[in-house]
C-alpha cells in the first residue's frame, strides 16, 4: 500500500473563489485520479492525471473548471474555479499502485463547504 | 453507458450471519470489478477485487463473479459489527485491462445488528 494525503482536509470557501487541493503520495505512481462525492451521494470520477500529459476529464467536466496538475509522480493539485454551491462535494484523489490492474487507494479527501 | 447497479439498503443482518451484496453492471467487456468499504465521514477502502469468473476469498469475505450474468457480490462471512459501512461496487470498463477510472455503484448499506 501506499500512504496518501490531501491538503487540506477541509474548508468553507465563498461562492466565486477558487481552491486548489493538494494530494501527495509517498511512492511514485503514473496514474492519479480525482473524483468527488456529494453529499449522500456516491464517487464520480472527475479526471484522470498522468505525470507528463494533459489530464483526460470525463463528460461533464472541464478543465476550465477542474483544472488539474501532475507536476511529478507523487504530486497532484486538483482546483476547483469560481465556486458555487453546488460544487460543496467531498473531493478525493486515488493512486493505482499496480499500473495495471486498476486496483486504486484513496486519499483521506478533502470537504468543500461553499457558501 | 456505464452503469453500475446495487441495492442501497439498508441491509440489516444479525451479528454472526452472513451479508451477501450484490453489484450488476452494464457492460460484458468489463474487465476488473472491486469492493470498497466506506465508513461515515472517511474515504472508500478498498477490501477485496476480481477479474476471473468465480470465487475469490480473503478472510471473511469472499467476492463472486459472474460475467456472463454481468453480476458481483460480496459476501461477509461471520458478520461483526463492525462491518456496519456502505459498500461501494466499482467496475473498470476499459476492454483489454490497463488502469483506468472506475465507475462506482451507490452503495449499499450494511448493518449488522449486535
Known amino acids: 500500500s501506499a500512504v496518501i494525503s490531501q491538503k487540506p482536509s477541509r474548508d468553507i470557501c465563498q461562492r466565486g473563489t477558487s481552491l486548489t487541493i493538494q494530494c501527495q503520495v509517498d511512492?511514485?505512481?503514473?496514474?492519479m485520479f480525482w473524483y468527488r462525492q456529494q453529499p449522500g451521494q456516491s464517487l464520480t470520477l472527475i479526471a484522470t492525471?498522468?505525470?507528463?500529459?494533459?489530464?483526460?476529464?470525463e463528460s461533464g467536466f472541464v478543465i476550465d473548471k477542474f483544472p488539474i496538475s501532475r507536476p511529478n509522480l507523487t504530486f497532484s493539485t486538483l482546483t476547483v474555479s469560481n465556486m458555487s454551491p453546488e460544487d460543496s462535494s467531498i473531493y478525493l484523489c486515488?493512486?493505482?499502485?499496480?499500473?495495471?490492474?486498476?486496483?486504486?487507494?484513496f486519499g483521506p479527501g478533502t470537504r468543500l463547504t461553499v457558501l | 453507458q456505464k452503469e453500475v447497479e446495487q441495492n442501497s439498503g439498508p441491509l440489516s443482518v444479525p451479528e454472526g450471519a452472513i451479508a451477501s451484496l450484490n453489484c450488476t453492471y452494464s457492460d460484458r467487456g468489463s474487465q476488473s470489478f472491486f469492493w470498497y468499504r466506506q465508513y461515515s465521514g472517511k474515504s472508500p477502502e478498498l477490501i477485496m477485487f476480481?477479474?476471473?469468473?468465480g470465487d475469490k476469498e480473503d478472510g471473511r469475505f469472499t467476492a463472486q463473479l459472474n460475467k456472463a450474468s454481468q453480476y458481483v457480490s460480496l459476501l461477509i462471512r461471520d458478520s461483526q459489527p463492525s462491518d456496519s459501512a456502505t459498500y461501494l461496487c466499482a467496475v473498470n470498463f476499459v476492454s483489454g485491462g490497463g488502469a483506468d477510472g472506475l465507475t462506482f455503484g451507490k452503495g449499499t448499506h450494511l448493518i449488522i445488528q449486535p
Open positions: 476480481i477479474y476471473s469468473n
Open positions: 486515488s493512486v493505482d499502485l499496480t499500473g495495471s490492474y486498476n486496483e486504486q487507494f
Open positions: 492525471a498522468n505525470q507528463g500529459s494533459e489530464a483526460t476529464y
Open positions: 511512492s511514485q505512481v503514473t496514474m
